[in-house]
């Protein structure tokens, strides 16, 4: 009997060190699998997850607008005073609810092209107001026109046709017309053919964006996703040539395996250049671990702090000789209007790009940037755009609406604020797929290890103990 005892405990022992053993060569070999299905399924191809969702997004996206409303317009055209501004919003629209076109797979270089339609659908319940609503801006053609007609006659010329318009240096326009445009009186003035319409996101619906074409992962899964060529409506050719400044993703996804040390770089159109985040914190999104990634202050550096920067900078008197930091031009891409893009409430600018704007509030948790990437797919599951588009008004003296300005302003116009968060559908989908499948492989890895090791423990315990007292 004591034989039989005595082989039992081995026996238990054997089979805990084999379960012992086999959870520990499941971990890597479960690792392997692991890997080799979210290779699979990243790819840009028909059939697979990443596909799916990349085609047409199940997140609503929201984007929300607050403008900031003008408050002394006469007192600022006259004695050049600082300019007071109230925010009003949100206004709020869906955009991005429209799927990709003309997806075109190439195997020679394994990239797939398309082009995005755009759209913006108003959402009453979500606003404050309605797009009728009016508020009091820069006139966005007059503050244009001595920016891009530097010429002391032709600027004369244009001042008769601005007083013909009555037009001024601020105007009233409803949320409608500032956003997606509006025909202007002073343009129309104009005897050569030359756009008249105008608007901060003219033009918007109806229209696409693109050419895309980006790597669609099959060759290199750590391409996946990113831009190879953008041909879109704005002029990028400088940006490209210039100051390389296409790369990345557009941030609805990036190459899987995401580490916190890696910087995300994507691109976006509305601000015409790539940009990057940099790993802040982990967040637990609906039970799902994802990494919060940040844009971070030196992105809208001076070219002195972050010489990446230096496209941004096209002149010396408004930038104090590229030292003030917070804004970017990006009039290049925007037809040679002066058009400067910061974040909301110039939030990390410096004091002399707010100092002449009263009525401004910078707050690091409303007016940053953010995305939640869950690190095993690269997949971005929430996000939050925060942007301030403003505009440069400097003085003209053969222009009478600007000649009583004594020192150029940037004035902010408005800020937007889009957002995605996975729906509670797609989390369901998600972690069948996804999560569930990696969560209940590495509960069985270590449930094996586990239980193998302490039955190892237990047996061999008992087995001492059975032979110390045979042997008395």
């Not at 802040?280 to 671990?289: A, H, Q, R, W, Y």
């Not at 496209?311 to 590229?322: G, R």
């Not at 003296?397 to 902010?412: D, M, T, W």
């Not at 509670?424 to 996804?434: G, M, S, T, W």
């Amino acid at each position: 009997m004591g034989c039989d005892l005595n082989c039992g405990l081995i026996t238990g022992a054997i089979i805990g060190a084999v379960l012992a053993v086999f959870g520990g060569i499941l971990m890597p070999v479960g690792d392997l699998l692991i890997e080799k299905t979210i290779k699979r399924e990243v790819v840009l191809e028909e059939g697979t997850i990443a596909f799916k969702n990349w085609v047409k997004t199940g997140t609503t996206v929201y984007r929300q607008f607050w403008i900031f409303d003008v408050q002394n317009p006469e007192e600022v055209a006259k004695n050049s005073s600082k300019i007071k501004v109230k925010q009003r919003g949100p206004y709020t629209y869906r955009v991005r609810y429209l799927a990709k076109e003309n997806i075109t797979q190439d195997p020679k270089d394994s990239t797939v092209s398309f082009v995005q339609p755009n759209g913006a659908i108003f959402e009453p319940s979500l606003s404050v107001g309605t797009e009728n609503d009016n508020f009091t801006v820069p006139n966005l053609a007059v503050a244009a026109a001595p920016h891009i007609y530097q010429n002391s006659f032709i600027q004369g010329v244009l001042n008769n046709l601005i007083k013909k318009s009555k037009s001024s240096m601020f105007q009233t326009r409803s949320l409608k017309e500032l956003l997606w445009g509006y025909k202007d009186p002073f343009l129309s003035l104009i005897p050569y053919p030359i756009s008249t319409t105008v608007g901060v996101f003219y033009p918007y619906n109806n229209t696409v964006d693109g050419v895309y074409k980006v790597f669609n992962g099959k060759d290199n899964i750590n391409k996946v996703a990113i831009i190879d060529t953008y041909k879109g409506k704005r002029n990028l050719s400088y940006w490209k040539s210039y100051c390389d400044m296409i790369n990345g993703t557009d941030a609805a996804s990036f190459p899987p395996f995401v580490e916190k040390s890696r910087t995300l770089r994507f691109f976006s159109p509305d601000i015409c250049r790539s940009i990057y985040a940099v790993f802040e914190s982990e967040v637990n999104l609906k039970g799902i671990p994802v990494y919060r990634f940040v844009l971070p202050v030196n992105a809208f550096a001076s070219p002195l702090q972050n010489p990446d920067n230096h496209c941004f900078c096209t002149e010396k008197v408004i930038s104090n000789n590229c030292t003030s930091y917070g804004v970017l031009d990006i009039g290049k891409c925007k037809e040679g209007k002066p058009v400067y893009i910061s974040l909301p409430h110039f939030l990390h600018a410096s004091p002399d790009v707010s100092e002449p704007i009263q009525g401004l509030n910078p707050n690091e948790d409303e007016h940053r940037t953010y995305l939640d990437v869950e690190p095993i797919t690269g997949f971005t599951l929430q996000f939050a755009k925060r942007l301030q588009v403003n505009i440069l008004v400097k003085p003209a003296r053969k222009i009478e609406a600007l000649r009583n300005l004594k020192r150029p302003y940037i004035v902010p116009i408005l800020w937007l604020n889009e957002t995605g968060t996975i729906g509670d559908e797609k989390v369901e989908i998600f972690r069948n797929q996804v999560t569930g499948k990696i969560n209940l492989l590495d509960l069985v890895e270590r449930v094996l290890l586990v239980v193998g090791v302490l039955m190892f423990v237990a047996f061999m315990i008992s087995y001492c103990a059975c032979r110390s007292k045979n042997g008395k």
